[in-house]
């Protein structure tokens, strides 16, 4: 008979002890974590809707609001981070890590993980002597030191390292955690070697360290966030004589725009609506009304991006309000997790010229333009490239050759008309309130959410509150996931900025032959790869200035060349490898960004010929504009 062997209580004792400390330790991580993220998504909410019944409903303004919200935003990041990176839950490219045998595989994790602590670890000095800094500087209406705000970089930086050391030797062996430490020292130790030869190439660094570097960090498994800020940190430290303080400075003013903070409150919005039981009714009437047509779930999610794009300010605000509501439906009927992401990806960019659009807003303030007609002309290229997307999905909704469904009888079709008519009224509320000037852009989402909680209990009479705290830290780690992507990309783009790159550019395009026409056509080129690694705003701000006089001289019209550049940016926006939007998009459909890369290809390229259409055809742009 076969005799179990069983260790000796000692040796159990000895072997399971690091574990169990190790388990011990990511609990405690966790719990310091979730709760001050759970915590701080709620004091948003609280602190930016009593500002808006203050303001419009007791006229008596409290002008604190702003600076407390962006005080507890930038600690809700940073704390919000760490839980994503405690999950896994920051974004990657894992196509090539997949495809890998699993010995390989298992040291590209790891690798990964000592990258991300590499990053961390180079920049947590940096950050301590930018709170430090701060300390100097008293926020006026609150009137004390700013550096209650910035310590939030110090001490979350300082949580995900931790978090990451006990995750690297809780999921790799100590030799593979030794090999992936020691090959990335070699590299760090490498480029270090290197510095005076870097030094000596000048802009050829820029291909280095952003193009090549990057590349080979995402492709790699690295998570974006960190990918982005290895290759920036690496450029100023080994290439120039920029203090590397400034890169955090840079981080925290790109994660600290206020109308960003409509990020995780969208998102929580989005949670609250599919709890209420409102996204499943409201589902449920736009599959009766389109269930029969092939892929109609799918143009119900580009008309819903239409018109919700521009109602908080931030496209991951946007699609966090709609993709909860229709995924999981559009999964029930055939869709792909991949194809989902691609065309709300996809839909991002289509929207970017839908007012009220911060970016267009940039342009008007920037170039002297007027923002009525900027908003006026945005509406018609967003239909044309709506038209675009929605000839993909009839492509590919008939070479699936998924069946057809039945037609539901009208009578069915109203009686769900009516009771999703709560749930669809949201959008329009939120509208209203934006645009009668009941709240702003970032306080708007409070306004969806008490409305929401209300439709819940008073008319669907579902609320599942053992539900809330979950999805609470689960807001704040997907919030934390996509904000740090975009503070290490602010910083990455401003160190192109300092390189001279943008000024080069301008010069290169004000040659080129081809007039008119030609200067166009490269501005789209121009534009989509600037767009893959700035954001809309900062790209306007360096080089709207130097191209929108280039584009007067040759006649071109100042609003048709602001669609053109905008749609442009929003390809680059929102297309693998590099866009920050995709990457946004995956987070918020909780899918993996290496499924999406096979279905994206196609929207992306009738986007672009959209462009190319909008860019041909002035009319479409100034058309409507009174002359």
């Given at each position: 008979m076969h005799r179990q062997h069983v260790d000796p209580p000692e040796a159990a004792t000895r072997a399971s002890a690091p574990q169990r400390a190790l388990q011990c330790a990511d609990k405690a991580l966790g719990m310091l974590c979730e709760v001050p993220a759970a915590l701080l998504v709620v004091a948003e909410i609280v602190v930016l809707f009593s500002g808006v019944v203050s303001r419009y409903l007791l006229h008596s303004p409290l002008v604190w609001v702003d600076e407390l919200a962006s005080l507890l935003f930038i600690w809700l990041i940073m704390f919000g981070a760490a839980v994503a990176f405690r999950r896994g839950n920051h974004m990657r490219m894992t196509a090539l890590v997949d495809k890998a045998d699993p010995?390989?595989?298992?040291?590209?994790?790891?690798?990964?993980?000592?990258?991300?602590?590499?990053w961390l670890a180079l920049v947590a000095h940096p950050a301590f002597e930018f709170a430090s800094e701060e300390a100097m500087v008293t926020l006026p209406a609150l009137d004390i030191s700013n550096a209650w705000r910035a310590a939030a970089l110090p001490v979350g930086i300082g949580l995900i390292l931790l978090t990451s050391v006990v995750r690297l030797l809780g999921t790799s062996s100590r030799r593979m955690a030794l090999a992936a430490v020691i090959a990335c020292g070699a590299v760090v130790a490498g480029l270090v070697l290197l510095q005076p030869v870097l030094q000596g190439l000048g802009n050829a660094n820029l291909l280095v360290f952003f193009v090549l570097g990057v590349g080979l960090l995402v492709f790699t498994g690295v998570p974006i966030a960190f990918s982005f800020g290895l290759a920036t940190f690496g450029y100023l430290a080994l290439t120039t004589s920029t203090p590397t303080m400034v890169i955090v400075g840079r981080m925290d003013e790109g994660m600290s725009h206020l109308i960003l903070l409509s990020v995780p409150l969208f998102v929580f919005l989005g949670v609250l609506i599919e709890m209420t039981s409102m996204a499943r009714a409201m589902v449920q009437f736009l599959a009766n009304l389109l269930g029969h047509v092939r892929g109609g779930l799918s143009y119900v999610l580009i008309g819903a991006m239409y018109l919700v794009s521009g109602i908080s300010g931030s496209k991951a605000a946007d699609m966090a309000a709609v993709a909860p509501v229709l995924f999981p439906e559009m999964k029930e009927r055939g869709a792909e997790d991949g194809e989902m992401v691609a065309l709300l990806s996809a839909t991002g960019a289509q929207t970017e010229t839908i007012p009220p659009s911060l970016v267009l807003i940039t342009i008007g303030s920037v170039m002297g333009i007027s923002i009525a007609d900027l908003f006026t002309g945005g509406l018609l290229p967003g239909v044309v490239l709506a038209a675009m997307l929605g000839l993909v999905v009839w492509w590919r909704a008939r070479k699936a050759g998924r069946p057809s469904g039945a037609r539901v009888d009208w009578g069915v079709v109203g009686k769900s008309f009516v009771v999703a008519l709560p749930a669809l009224a949201l959008p329009f509320v939120i509208r209203a309130a934006v645009v009668e000037g009941v709240a702003t852009a970032t306080e708007v989402s409070t306004i969806g959410i008490v409305y929401t909680v209300l439709a819940g209990l008073l008319i669907y009479r579902k609320l599942d509150l053992r539900r809330v705290w979950p999805a609470l830290v689960e807001t704040a780690a997907l919030s934390g996931a996509i904000l740090l992507i975009i503070g290490t990309a602010t910083g990455m783009a401003w160190a192109l900025t300092q390189s001279g790159f943008s000024s080069d550019l301008a010069a290169a395009m004000?040659?080129?032959?081809?007039?008119?026409?030609?200067?166009?056509?490269?501005?789209?080129?121009?534009?989509?790869?600037?767009?893959?690694?700035?954001?809309?705003?900062?790209?306007?701000?360096?080089?709207?200035?130097?191209?929108?006089?280039?584009?007067?001289?040759?006649?071109?019209?100042?609003?048709?060349?602001?669609?053109?550049?905008?749609?442009?940016?929003?390809?680059?926006?929102?297309?693998?490898?590099?866009?920050?939007?995709?990457?946004?998009?995956?987070?918020?459909?909780?899918?993996?960004?290496?499924?999406?890369?096979?279905?994206?290809?196609?929207?992306?390229?009738?986007?672009?010929?959209?462009?190319?259409?909008?860019?041909?055809?002035p009319w479409i742009s100034i058309g409507f504009l009174n002359r």
């Open positions: 010995g390989l595989r298992g040291f590209l994790e790891a690798v990964a993980t000592v990258a991300a602590m590499t004000a040659k080129l032959p081809g007039g008119a026409a030609g200067f166009m056509a490269v501005s789209i080129l121009a534009f989509v790869l600037l767009g893959s690694v700035l954001e809309g705003i900062p790209a306007i701000v360096l080089f709207g200035p130097l191209l929108f006089p280039i584009a007067r001289q040759l006649g071109i019209h100042d609003v048709h060349y602001a669609m053109v550049v905008v749609l442009a940016m929003g390809i680059g926006l929102f297309a693998p490898p590099f866009g920050v939007g995709y990457y946004a998009a995956c987070a918020i459909s909780r899918t993996s960004p290496s499924e999406g890369v096979r279905h994206i290809g196609l929207y992306m390229a009738s986007l672009f010929i959209g462009t190319v259409l909008v860019a041909a055809v």
